[in-house]
């Protein structure tokens, strides 16, 4: 295995709050936020009355960021003919029916609005595309002061476009389903005109024994993944989800979804710090908010791990069962989210109302924290006591954990001489063992994310070494490593040697160019290689890394090249709260 030392400085602030217990949450024990009863943060957009019904809204927020229309539909599945806009981004609303085509009065079903450009010409068109008769549509070409209806696509729906995507050739994909037989399908078909055509619709999901529909697809963080979640309309389960790597040219087999996103109809954002929330109306099995309008928040890596998130977020009551969702999901230049969907807003008489709640994350991760927390009185960590010095003994210090691929919790200290092993997230712990019986250790531990190894990697003495488990911990063997001088001469044995031990555990690389990269900070400490503080001020930090860590027993034979020519722009890693690798490996997903 080979690690290298750069001479970039590398700052890096280590911060410990101790070894804890990993806090888990089950279907029903993700943290739950209900803002539906905050009358203050409700806009009425169209009232229902005893004789009319509400239904089925879409919205879309300008380029201006507060230009906002919103299309719906009278019944349930009902005829078009509804629109207003909002020039306040959501907070008040004016009804424009009589400015649009009489035609668009006998189009039904769920009609979508989408704002789309013609890259050609550099036209900009608001569509509004509804289900019946075979796919009808308005169109927009001065920003929604005046419409025209267009023919029908012709394409065979049960709705229309539940979502388009713009493709990195500036094309677009829509996405919607349709029955085959007694089964639905997910379909999609592409424009390269800004709407006015579009490709010969095909079928990307069909899954036996399910009914896959309405899909909402965005994109990964990277720009480099779309994913698609899908309304599972049996409900027998939670819902789908597939991707694309290759800008909808392939899909991967749909699978089912986190128990937490399990529902009809999703729309959602990135929020203004990366994280996504995403709208529908919850079908989670045994959710307390069972077909009520809810919202997910978690992040893109959480959807295609299967983790469950941070918390959801109870946006709306229904009055009438599961008949909500169908939303529309705007996020202003503020941060303000606008959740737009149809209800029974009330008890009594009144039909469904087309209504959005606006609120903020900082809003409702403040009440997510604090419903973690309870009684404030009590201690929020459960504190341990994993190692103590044993009686006339030197201090055990520098501890390290991390979580294996198996969910095996490992807690080091001793510079990784002794260890604990947790199977239950923390909460109870194996007896303390010595890695190797006997032996003094001085590194620190790394996860090849690659291989599933354990290494524990001693690189400051004169013949460096690792440690490395195959078997979750249950055996180490010892092996010979080579760690090459930096540019500067420095960081082996005899010249200012490299130390890791009071540094963070590794890392491996998972994205970009060097994908599969070892990486881990440490620190030189020039003249001699010790710790007097009269030769703090030339202390500095760096980096080692290898990319050959993924191999099963290659761990010979390093390059001794510096990481600056390895890596175009660098790795830098800034003191306290900013922190960054820039270069190919900043794209995440």
């Known amino acids: ?5 750069t001479s970039h400085c590398i700052r890096l602030t280590l911060v410990v709050i101790g070894l804890t217990a990993v806090i888990t949450f089950g279907q029903t024990a993700l943290p739950l936020v209900d803002i539906s009863a905050e009358t203050d943060h409700h806009v009425i957009i169209a009232e229902g009355t005893e004789t009319v019904y509400q239904g089925h809204p879409t919205t879309v927020l300008m380029a201006d960021g507060r230009t906002m229309y919103c299309v719906w ?46 890259v050609k010409t550099g036209t900009v068109r608001l569509w509004v595309f509804s289900a019946k008769p ?59 005109d800004g709407g006015l055509t579009w490709s010969e619709p095909r079928v990307i999901a069909r899954v036996e ?18 994913c698609c979640l899908m309304r599972e309309n049996t409900h027998q389960g939670t819902s789908l989800m597939m991707f694309s790597s290759d800008e ?30 995403i709208a529908f109306r919850d079908r989670a099995p045994n959710s307390p908010t069972y077909g009520h309008f809810v919202a997910w928040v978690g992040t893109y890596a959480d959807i295609k791990n299967g983790k469950p998130g941070e918390y959801r977020i109870k946006l709306l009551h229904s009055h009438a069962g599961s008949d909500c969702g169908y939303p529309g999901v705007e996020i202003t230049p503020d941060g303000t989210i ?6 029974k807003y009330s008890v009594g008489p009144k039909k469904h109302s087309v209504v959005s709640t606006r609120f903020k994350m900082e809003e409702t991760d403040a009440s997510a924290a604090a419903s973690l927390i309870g009684d404030r009185s009590a201690p929020f960590f459960q504190v341990q006591t994993l190692f103590k010095t044993p009686e006339g003994e030197r201090n055990i210090r520098m501890p390290s954990i991390l979580t294996a691929p198996t969910g095996t919790v490992f807690a080091f200290a001793d510079g990784c001489s002794i260890m604990r092993k947790s199977s239950d997230n923390g909460r109870t712990w194996s007896a303390a063992e010595e890695v190797a019986p006997g032996e003094k250790l001085h590194g620190n531990i790394i996860l090849d994310e690659t291989s599933g190894d354990l ?7 004169p013949d460096p070494y690792l440690y490395r488990s195959t078997d979750d911990g ?50 030189i400490q020039p003249p001699f290689g010790n710790n007097n503080q009269e030769y703090w001020m030339y202390n500095y930090n760096t980096a080692i890394y290898s990319d050959d860590g993924g191999i099963v027993c290659a761990f010979y034979g390093f390059s001794t090249a510096d990481v600056s020519a390895k890596m175009p722009h660098g790795i830098f890693v800034s003191i306290l709260d900013e922190a960054w690798i820039t270069g190919a490996d900043a794209q995440l997903p």
């Open 338 to 343: 606008v959740a737009t969907t149809y209800i």
């Open 1 to 5: 295995m080979a690690f290298i030392l």
């Open 134 to 192: 075979d796919m009808p549509r308005i169109v927009s070409e001065d920003g929604g002061k005046t419409w025209r209806e267009l023919p029908a696509l012709g394409f065979d729906c049960v709705m229309t476009f539940s979502s388009i995507v713009r493709l990195k050739d500036a094309t677009y994909m829509g996405f919607y389903h349709r029955r085959e037989g007694e089964s639905l399908v997910v379909l999609q078909t592409g424009t390269s």
């Open 474 to 523: 249950k055996s180490w063997r010892k092996e010979p490593v080579t760690v090459s001088a930096n540019v500067l001469g420095q960081g082996i044995h005899g010249s200012s040697p490299i130390g890791i031990v009071a540094m963070e555990p590794g890392i491996t690389l998972k994205y970009g160019e060097h994908k599969g990269r070892l990486l881990i900070a440490g620190r």
């Open 73 to 118: 539909n009278i019944g349930h599945g009902g005829h078009a003919g509804p629109m207003a806009v909002s020039r306040d981004a959501g907070l008040t609303w004016k009804r424009m029916d009589d400015q649009l085509p009489d035609g668009f009065s006998t189009h039904e079903n769920c009609p979508s609005i989408y704002r789309l450009m013609d």
């Open 455 to 461: 290494i524990i990697l001693s690189p400051s003495g």
């Open 209 to 226: 024994g399910k009914l896959p529909c309405e899909p909402f697809v965005f994109r990964s963080p990277n720009q480099k993944e779309l």
């Open 248 to 277: 909808g040219e392939t899909w991967t087999h749909p699978v089912a979804t986190i128990w937490e996103l399990a529902g009809d109809r999703h729309q959602g954002v990135y929020t203004q710090d990366g994280r996504l929330l």
